[in-house]
């Protein structure tokens, strides 16, 4: 498995298909050509294996802080590790670029997203009322800020 900063388009459609498999409401090839037009505060990681994308994080960099905004593996691929590493890996890269902390909402029910995120770091900070559509779900508020454990 290898782990790449998608820059330009030609990913896409990996992309858009892993998103069909994974989300209720995936993001259109206009929403991350927007995304990608702003390199300095959006980031996406790719998990790849044999040049197929089964996994990829997207955050943005907002000062010290990287808000992860989709974060997905393929269901034949999951259970595997390889959440853990690509979490750790775009985590890593985030502080990299100075941006230590980080944030995220995940759906109430998702309950391995969320030990996923437990497991790496993050904490439970709140709640956003019905903050998914399709179906109408509330959102946990994670944090993760390693500097507060300094």
């Known amino acids: 498995m290898t782990f790449e900063r998608l820059t330009s388009s030609t990913d896409l459609d990996g992309l858009l298909a892993l998103d ?35 996994g990829y994080c997207a955050f943005w960099r907002i000062f010290d802080e990287a808000h992860v905004n989709n974060f997905a593996v393929h269901p034949d691929w999951r259970r595997r590790g390889i959440g853990r590493a690509l979490l750790g890996h775009s985590l890593a890269a985030a502080a990299a670029l ?37 179906p109408v779900e509330d959102a946990l508020i994670l944090w993760r800020d390693p500097t507060a454990l300094s």
């Open 98 to 134: 100075g941006a230590p902390k980080a944030t995220l909402e995940v759906r109430a029910s998702n309950a391995a997203a969320i030990a996923l995120y437990e497991s790496g770091g993050f904490s439970r900070a709140g709640l956003r009322r019905a903050y998914y559509t399709h």
């Open 20 to 54: 069909e498999v994974c989300f209720h409401r995936p993001w259109t090839r206009a929403d991350y050509d927007r995304e990608l037009s702003d390199p300095a505060r959006c980031f996406l990681f790719l998990a790849k294996v044999d040049a197929r994308i089964i």
